[in-house]
């Protein structure tokens, strides 16, 4: 079976993203576009097109244009929306990049996009001038004040009027970087034309207007965030409103104060809402929807939210390489415990992950996807980019899953090596070559654990040849990962289970985990 999308297909325009995202902003000239959660500044969508014209041009004017790749190292701010806009107003690409990453892996992602110029804050900084310093940026750019990089303000005092351009809608515009199916990240080219389909996609079937209030707290250097809350929203005239870091009391009160209307959320923040007594003295009248996505969220959970906040709690699926959206709920026909239908232009169909053959509603298998929002492929990456995307357009996802008769989408199981914890992505060869350096470490192989918080988090499995502590091994890792990658568990064992060809069989350890917590 192959399940089409019961909406009709939707013509996708040759603009640039930001032409796209900003094409009506001057229909909403003196409406709020982002508002900053921390200090409660606004940024009117006029001021918005102003602040991305000047922004374009003083980064012509310091030498960026057409292919250059400027890495955007903020937390969730409104001059998000304009460096990011700016960057790809030249024909450049943004390749967005995790504030908290530790120097090396912030080097890698330097080095691998071949970034020219970063933009990041002060608290951040220093990082970011040390991972700069091994790799092709040649200028550091920060938004407010701090030693050692160029101010935001001063870019924006450049005072003349960017070049124009015509922006291929084949070039890429943004490069986030994704583990894919296996290995280590790897850059996910997301072409102008991508990521404009994947709005109009969305467009169509989510109901946002300009009287809309969204809440930017996922992130938005992943591309649910940047696609899904900051763009869309955007788009269609609604206000957004920034959050840099998650906490429940905070997050609460923004609702309240802001009258938000819309939560685009991963699952963990909606099993909040669901259970967590803060909740209870908080007035979220305002709220009429919540989307779940980055990981599957149970239809318990889900029904508890709904019941509790008294709005529509529905899922969507997607992955970086699809930009993201492929699969949402209608607003008026939720499926509990499914990730909807397709989106408008996109296919889906469910297939013997050994043979391919496409099977029968009911049947789980891996999930295959094609639609113009489906990525040009990994960066420099054509073997890697071969093994997920056929000639054909089908991109393997690495989920399992089932389809039922009428299109809706079930996952229930990965193939995919990679981790999902609170739904950022975690690579088991990144954190298996940093525990493999360890001198006391002959073997070592990462998996998922379930963990009702976080839905899953990185354990390890290890074979010593010296002497070395779980705790001190925990540490070694710490030092060199951002938070939500740490190891939770390291344990001892005699040998890593592999194939004939030596390839770690991480399925069996998988398996051990399931049983062991009762999976």
Known sequence: MIATS??????????SLPDYVLEHAECY?????????????????????????????????????????????????????????????????VTPV??????????????????????????????????????????????????GATPLRALLA????????????????????????????????????????????LEAVEPITPDDVLIAVLPLFHIYGLTFVLNLGLRCGAAVVTMPRFD????????????VTRAPLVPPIVRALATSPLVEGADLSSLRTIISGAAPLSADVAEACARRLGCVVKQGYGLTETSPVTHINPENAVRRGTVGLPLPNTECRVVDATTGETLPPGQPGEVCVRGPQVMAG??????????????????????????????????????????????????????EAILSAHPAVAAAAVVPSPDEEAGEVPVAYVVLEGQASAEELMAH???????????????FVESIPTSASGKVLRRALVERERQAWGG
Not at 6 to 15: K, Q
């Open 6 to 15: 019961p909406y009709a297909d939707v013509p996708i325009p040759d603009l």
């Open 29 to 93: 000239t003196d409406r709020p576009a982002l508002i900053d959660g921390v200090s409660g500044r606004t940024m009117t969508y006029a001021e918005l097109a102003e602040q991305v014209r000047r922004a374009a041009a003083g980064l012509a004017a310091h030498g960026f244009g057409p292919g250059d790749v400027l890495a955007l190292v903020c937390p969730n701010i409104p001059e998000y929306a304009v460096m990011f806009l700016a960057a790809l107003r030249l024909g450049g690409i």
């Open 98 to 147: 995790n504030p908290l990453f530790k120097r090396g892996e912030l080097r890698f992602q330097l080095r691998d996009s071949r970034a020219s110029l970063l933009v990041t804050t002060p608290t951040a900084l220093d990082t970011a001038l040390a991972a700069a310093e091994q790799s092709a940026v040649r200028e550091v750019i920060v938004v407010g004040e701090a030693p």
């Open 158 to 201: 450049a005072g003349v009027e960017p070049p124009a351009m015509r922006i291929d809608p084949a070039a890429t515009a943004a490069l986030p970087y994704s583990s894919g199916t296996t290995g280590l990240p790897k850059g996910v080219r997301l072409t102008h034309r991508n990521l404009v389909a994947n709005l109009a996609q």
């Open 248 to 259: 429940l009391g905070g997050f609460l009160r923004l609702i309240e104060t802001h009258r």
């Open 378 to 431: 990994y960066l420099g990456q054509p073997e890697a980019t071969a093994d997920v995307l056929g000639a054909d357009g089908w991109l393997r996802t690495g989920d399992v899953g089932v389809l039922d008769a009428d299109g809706y989408l079930t996952l229930v199981d990965r193939l995919k090596e990679m981790i999902k914890v609170k739904g950022y992505q975690v690579a088991p060869a990144e954190l």
């Open 477 to 491: 890792v710490a030092e060199w990962v951002a938070p939500y990658k740490r190891l939770r568990r390291v344990e």
